[in-house]
């Protein structure tokens, strides 16, 4: 079979009489996936993951968009809203008790909380996370909670009871003032709930990591109100495929989770003091100088990110960090 010029240029496929007289290849790395264009910083990083990878193409292929296929995409979608309005009302609830307020917004209480009350608060959080990861980890050894590790890697399987474990201890760390992103744990239980469909549903490996990949961006959809920005996150950064079979699931399950959030979620945007920027001459060109330093800048931080992930706290040490 002769394979077409730009294919074997964009997957460099040698021809019969290269593949003859070329030395046997390199054996592939530990999953074969690789960054097209290459970057410019190849160089490796003890992180589980290297510069040259591109860790979200699962090399899956398009999945199977089947009527059960479909059925478990809208339970998806319900169960990553009802998870949403859940862990926000435990943010809620646990802000309120930390810094004492019925009313109003959080960085109002905050600012009139005296200087103890809000040390205090903090000590607490510290206290209750570390020993609650410590021993979540402890007696969950094995089971895996981080949504992004199990739709790139090679089993496609969240536990719940971490995931839910997990889930809890961020929104309470995050209501006593932690600077996390709250959305993190709506996204974990729609990809854990997604996971325990697809169990359920013998999906295929591929149809199942679209459906976590689905139920995560719906979970981020339902605690901030933008459906389109969930289907988004689903496939540039949980799938990196813009395409049609993973787009379409995607902003249906967002759009279905964003709705049943509206149960507890005041339907309209979160942030409403957004100010409005006008284009002009000086901020475009700000804007050309600036990208590029940024893109350089967020990719040491990456990077950076990679490298402490891999050499974290473990064990017991993980209490004091």
Request: charged residues 15%; positive net charge.
């Amino acid at each position: 079979m002769a394979w077409p010029a730009a294919v074997r240029r964009r997957w460099a496929i040698p021809s019969l009489a290269q593949s003859a007289e070329a030395p046997a290849p390199a054996a592939p790395r530990r999953n074969g996936r690789v960054r097209v264009p290459p970057p410019l910083i190849s160089r490796r990083l003890p992180s589980g993951r290297g510069a040259t990878e591109q860790p979200n193409v699962t090399g899956d292929g398009d999945a199977a968009l089947s009527p059960r296929f479909w059925a478990m995409l809208v339970l998806t979608g319900v169960a990553a809203g009802l998870f949403g309005d859940l862990m926000m009302y435990l943010l809620f609830s646990v802000q309120h008790l930390a810094f004492g307020y019925h009313s109003g917004t959080l960085e109002a209480a905050a600012q009139h909380a005296s200087g103890l009350r809000r040390l205090t608060v903090l000590l607490i959080a510290g206290a209750v996370g570390g020993i609650g990861w410590y021993l979540l980890r402890r007696y969950t050894k094995g089971e895996k909670s981080e949504l992004d590790d199990v739709v790139w890697g090679s089993r496609a399987h969240l536990s719940f009871r971490r995931s839910l474990g997990t889930s809890v201890l961020s929104e309470f760390v995050i209501g006593m003032g932690a600077s996390m992103g709250r959305e993190n744990a709506p996204k974990l239980m729609g990809g854990a709930s997604a996971s325990v469909l697809a169990g359920w549903a013998r999906l295929s490996p591929a149809q199942r990591r679209l459906l976590m990949a689905c139920g995560g961006g719906a979970g981020l959809a339902a605690v901030y109100n933008v459906p389109l920005a969930g289907a988004l996150f689903t496939a540039e950064v949980m799938l990196g495929s813009v395409t049609v079979p993973v787009v379409l699931p995607a902003l249906a399950c967002s759009a279905i989770a964003t709705a049943v959030g509206w149960l507890y979620l005041p339907a309209r945007a979160t942030y409403l003091d957004v100010p409005g920027y006008h284009l002009s001459a000086p901020l475009l060109a700000w804007a050309l100088i600036a990208g590029p330093l940024i893109g350089l800048i967020a990719s040491g931080y990456i990077r950076l990110i990679g490298w402490v992930s891999h050499h974290q706290a473990k064990n017991k040490a993980a209490i004091i960090a």
